[in-house]
């Protein structure tokens, strides 16, 4: 009885015990799948076998995103950071084959030649000359002190990326030279690539052009597109993909949330009408500040611009719809401003003001005091303006002795608003000290024109935000429509009808992408969803995205291979169709052996080129035509070629003359130009030779 006592008092314990088990089992079950009941893989991919660990890649995304603060996409990050992964570790695979590595002193003499490393302070002497034992007494301290903090810690790991890098930056380094110099190019080449570009050659031709034969006289079959996607292969590569349609259901305000916006303007309005402080009033009932300026009518909102510039002073306008605002304004003040304003200026900066060079040492005071003194000296005498503003101003306009020249509402944007406002403000002729974030400005008005009638508001403004019914009654809405097209799968598109809901199609989505056609935003969980292998073509799914929500349809998978006909035709076609049509034509002029005889029978005139080159085989009014051009060059003076098939269309040519360029002493000059090319051309082509060749298993998808 004592034992079964203490198992009763112990029940609640070994409840919570055998809870906690499930939950971990459960649970680690979890962290291990994609939430599609797929294990997930540990490594982000690999490289010809070698493993890619998905955590090292990970905190290289998380450092990158903390240094782009939000200008990249993660995925923009993420495949960026996968390029650099994969040419790495294919260089560095390449380099080990040939039994290149980086040893520990190599990569010591490149961290002390560093200019990273050498030019920072901690690692110099007093007369600034870098000092190698403090460099190593450096790194000692990091191994060192590495586990006494979380901050030890990152210090150190951000120096073990700096050699990781520095070895990294070195192989390709290497391995670039060792394609510098695979790269040859002869003397002979040379001379071939002058020729190529200077000899020239004239000749007669009849074009007969593809487009004199109809399209519709040509019979392109499934077959022949199948032949020629056959024949080109590794133009017709493509990638598995998705297609889906969906609909979108926007979150947005309702009528009802529109009123209730409006409304709260309308109750405001007798109190801010009779407000004896309105700029405060606003400043204290608006959900966003809005500066009181002075405003052309140009800049009010076009629908409601007539009626704001008809107001009286402490008359109230609105409520009136902005975007997704709505306002009341009240004018403050009228009265009538230049549209345009000519002004120089001297500026004078100051350590710490806005553009000012970091060795400057003056200070406010000494700069105001000098702009006060400049001044007074050119009220005295204005002509000394240009002289001075070259001497003494740190603007850019110092060399036009501080003209700025015009500008008009529009422009002057770019102004600073003390800037803006004393010449917009002041008559033509005024002089004074502005004080701006760039420093002090002494400014002179030279010149207003077009005076216009402008206005100063105090505005309230009230955002229209989506109620919590409105919100009930969109998701009854799409839940609606989710549950019904799920339980018949073909009905999605007559039950949008229905509704009168806009289908959108989206296909061939790639399992990377990062958008969906007429969504805004990134929608990887809209990708993710559609390649998942539980996934299949009929499927219905609901998806956040940006801006509401969207029920989604799978229509398609397609595998990765080749093109369909019904894909490549589009490209194909005219390529096909002009090859019938060349046929075509040789055989109805094949008896033609003569300029004037194909002319003849074609109704074509007799044209002449001259003065081409191989480099530019640019027929005129035709286009490039390098194959005709080439056989040109291959004929001997007042040959007739045969019937030739050219980009455009059948021609037949016949040599009226070839000059050959002067031969030169050397032709060392042409084969330097040609060998930067070419290298040029080669480095570039490094990264895709060494991915075709190797095996790459690629896992981005399944994490990103």
């Given at each position: 009885?004592?034992?079964?006592?203490?198992?009763?008092?112990?029940?609640?314990?070994?409840?919570?015990?055998?809870?906690?088990?499930?939950?971990?089992?459960?649970?680690?079950?979890?962290?291990?799948?994609?939430?599609?009941?797929?294990?997930?893989?540990?490594?982000?991919?690999?490289?010809?076998?070698?493993?890619?660990?998905?955590?090292?890649?990970?905190?290289?995304?998380?450092?990158?995103?903390?240094?782009?603060?939000?200008?990249?996409?993660?995925?923009?990050?993420?495949?960026?950071?996968?390029?650099?992964?994969?040419?790495?570790?294919?260089?560095?695979?390449?380099?080990?084959?040939?039994?290149?590595?980086?040893?520990?002193?190599?990569?010591?003499?490149?961290?002390?030649?560093?200019?990273?490393?050498?030019?920072?302070?901690?690692?110099?002497?007093?007369?600034?000359?870098?000092?190698?034992?403090?460099?190593?007494?450096?790194?000692?301290?990091?191994?060192?002190?590495?586990?006494?903090?979380?901050?030890?810690?990152?210090?150190?790991?951000?120096?073990?990326?700096?050699?990781?890098?520095?070895?990294?930056?070195?192989?390709?380094?290497?391995?670039?030279?060792?394609?510098?110099?695979?790269?040859?190019?002869?003397?002979?080449?040379?001379?071939?690539?002058?020729?190529?570009?200077?000899?020239?050659?004239?000749?007669?031709?009849?074009?007969?052009?593809?487009?004199?034969?109809?399209?519709?006289?040509?019979?392109?079959?499934?077959?022949?597109?199948?032949?020629?996607?056959?024949?080109?292969?590794?133009?017709?590569?493509?990638?598995?993909?998705?297609?889906?349609?969906?609909?979108?259901?926007?979150?947005?305000?309702?009528?009802?949330?529109?009123?209730?916006?409006?409304?709260?303007?309308?109750?405001?309005?007798?109190?801010?009408?009779?407000?004896?402080?309105?700029?405060?009033?606003?400043?204290?009932?608006?959900?966003?500040?809005?500066?009181?300026?002075?405003?052309?009518?140009?800049?009010?909102?076009?629908?409601?611009?007539?009626?704001?510039?008809?107001?009286?002073?402490?008359?109230?306008?609105?409520?009136?719809?902005?975007g997704n605002r709505f306002k009341i304004s009240r004018l403050l003040e009228k009265r009538q401003l230049p549209d345009?304003?000519?002004?120089?200026?001297?500026?004078?900066?100051?350590?710490?003001?806005?553009?000012?060079?970091?060795?400057?040492?003056?200070?406010?005071?000494?700069?105001?005091?000098?702009?006060?003194?400049?001044?007074?000296?050119?009220?005295?005498?204005?002509?000394?303006?240009?002289?001075?503003?070259?001497?003494?101003?740190?603007?850019?306009?110092?060399?036009?002795?501080?003209?700025?020249?015009?500008?008009?509402?529009?422009?002057?944007?770019?102004?600073?608003?003390?800037?803006?406002?004393?010449?917009?403000?002041?008559?033509?002729?005024?002089?004074?000290?502005?004080?701006?974030?760039?420093?002090?400005?002494?400014?002179?008005?030279?010149?207003?024109?077009?005076?216009?009638?402008?206005?100063?508001?105090?505005?309230?403004?009230?955002?229209?935000?989506?109620?919590?019914?409105?919100?009930?009654?969109?998701?009854?809405?799409?839940?609606?429509?989710?549950?019904?097209?799920?339980?018949?799968?073909?009905?999605?598109?007559?039950?949008?009808?229905?509704?009168?809901?806009?289908?959108?199609?989206?296909?061939?989505?790639?399992?990377?992408?990062?958008?969906?056609?007429?969504?805004?935003?990134?929608?990887?969980?809209?990708?993710?969803?559609?390649?998942?292998?539980?996934?299949?073509?009929?499927?219905?799914?609901?998806?956040?995205?940006?801006?509401?929500?969207?029920?989604?349809?799978?229509?398609?998978?397609?595998?990765?291979?080749?093109?369909s006909v019904a894909e490549a035709s589009a490209r194909v076609l005219p390529i096909i169709r002009n090859q019938k049509?060349?046929?075509?034509?040789?055989?109805?002029?094949?008896?033609?052996?003569?300029?004037?005889?194909?002319?003849?029978?074609?109704?074509?005139?007799?044209?002449?080129?001259?003065?081409?080159?191989?480099?530019?085989?640019?027929?005129?009014?035709?286009?490039?035509?390098?194959?005709?051009?080439?056989?040109?060059?291959?004929?001997?003076?007042?040959?007739?070629?045969?019937?030739?098939?050219?980009?455009?269309?059948?021609?037949?040519?016949?040599?009226?003359?070839?000059?050959?360029?002067?031969?030169?002493?050397?032709?060392?000059?042409?084969?330097?130009?040609?060998?930067?090319?070419?290298?040029?051309?080669?480095?570039?082509?490094?990264?895709?030779?060494?991915?075709?060749?190797?095996?790459?298993?690629?896992?981005?998808?399944?994490?990103?």
């Open positions: 009885m004592a034992i079964l006592a203490k198992i009763r008092q112990r029940t609640l314990v070994l409840i919570l015990i055998i809870g906690l088990a499930l939950f971990a089992f459960v649970i680690s079950d979890v962290f291990n799948t994609n939430g599609g009941g797929e294990k997930q893989p540990t490594e982000i991919g690999s490289i010809n076998g070698q493993d890619i660990s998905y955590d090292g890649f990970k905190n290289q995304v998380e450092y990158a995103k903390s240094l782009y603060q939000g200008r990249q996409s993660t995925m923009q990050i993420v495949n960026s950071l996968w390029d650099q992964e994969v040419n790495n570790a294919l260089i560095t695979q390449e380099l080990d084959k040939l039994g290149i590595t980086i040893e520990k002193d190599q990569l010591w003499n490149l961290l002390i030649t560093s200019p990273n490393i050498t030019n920072q302070e901690r690692f110099q002497d007093e007369s600034g000359v870098f000092v190698e034992a403090k460099l190593k007494e450096y790194i000692d301290n990091l191994e060192a002190t590495k586990n006494l903090s979380p901050q030890s810690m990152a210090e150190y790991n951000n120096w073990v990326e700096t050699e990781r890098y520095t070895i990294i930056n070195a192989k390709r380094e290497l391995y670039d030279n060792l394609v510098k110099a695979g790269s040859i190019v002869t003397v002979t080449e040379g001379e071939l690539a002058y020729r190529a570009e200077n000899d020239k050659v004239t000749f007669k031709y009849v074009n007969i052009p593809y487009s004199s034969i109809a399209d519709s006289l040509v019979e392109v079959r499934e077959s022949d597109v199948k032949n020629y996607i056959s024949k080109h292969k590794s133009e017709f590569q493509v990638d598995a993909s998705r297609n889906i349609q969906y609909v979108f259901f926007p979150e947005k305000p309702s009528k009802a949330d529109e009123d209730t916006a409006k409304q709260a303007l309308e109750e405001m309005k007798a109190g801010f009408a009779a407000a004896e402080d309105a700029s405060a009033y606003a400043n204290i009932n608006t959900g966003t500040n809005e500066p009181e300026i002075f405003m052309y009518k140009n800049q009010l909102p076009k629908e409601h611009a007539d009626a704001i510039m008809a107001m009286e002073e402490g008359d109230v306008y609105g409520p009136y719809k902005v345009s304003v000519k002004s120089r200026h001297i500026l004078i900066r100051f350590a710490g003001s806005t553009g000012a060079d970091p060795e400057l040492k003056k200070t406010k005071t000494e700069a105001k005091k000098q702009a006060d003194s400049l001044l007074a000296v050119i009220k005295r005498n204005k002509s000394k303006f240009p002289d001075l503003a070259k001497e003494f101003s740190d603007d850019t306009s110092a060399a036009k002795g501080g003209d700025l020249d015009w500008f008009n509402s529009i422009s002057s944007a770019r102004l600073t608003p003390t800037y803006k406002d004393f010449v917009y403000e002041n008559e033509v002729g005024a002089l004074d000290v502005v004080e701006s974030p760039f420093g002090y400005h002494i400014i002179e008005i030279e010149d207003q024109k077009n005076m216009q009638d402008v206005v100063k508001l105090a505005t309230i403004n009230n955002e229209v935000e989506i109620s919590e019914e409105t919100f009930k009654d969109l998701f009854t809405e799409y839940s609606k429509f989710e549950s019904d097209a799920d339980k018949d799968k073909s009905s999605f598109l007559d039950l949008a009808e229905a509704g009168k809901y806009e289908v959108k199609q989206a296909n061939r989505i790639k399992e990377l992408a990062t958008g969906i056609p007429g969504l805004a935003g990134e929608q990887r969980e809209v990708v993710r969803w559609s390649f998942r292998e539980d996934t299949k073509v009929g499927d219905i799914n609901r998806l956040n995205v940006q801006g509401g929500v969207i029920v989604a349809q799978l229509t398609a998978k397609n595998p990765a291979g080749l093109s049509k060349a046929e075509m034509i040789k055989e109805k002029y094949a008896t033609a052996s003569t300029l004037a005889d194909l002319a003849s029978a074609s109704g074509k005139a007799e044209q002449q080129a001259t003065s081409l080159s191989m480099q530019a085989p640019n027929v005129p009014g035709v286009g490039e035509e390098p194959k005709v051009v080439g056989t040109a060059f291959a004929l001997n003076e007042g040959d007739t070629s045969r019937l030739l098939e050219g980009k455009s269309g059948v021609y037949m040519i016949q040599v009226v003359s070839k000059t050959k360029a002067p031969e030169k002493d050397t032709y060392l000059a042409e084969r330097n130009e040609l060998r930067t090319k070419r290298l040029s051309k080669a480095l570039s082509s490094v990264p895709g030779a060494l991915k075709s060749s190797a095996e790459i298993e690629d896992r981005r998808a399944s994490f990103y």
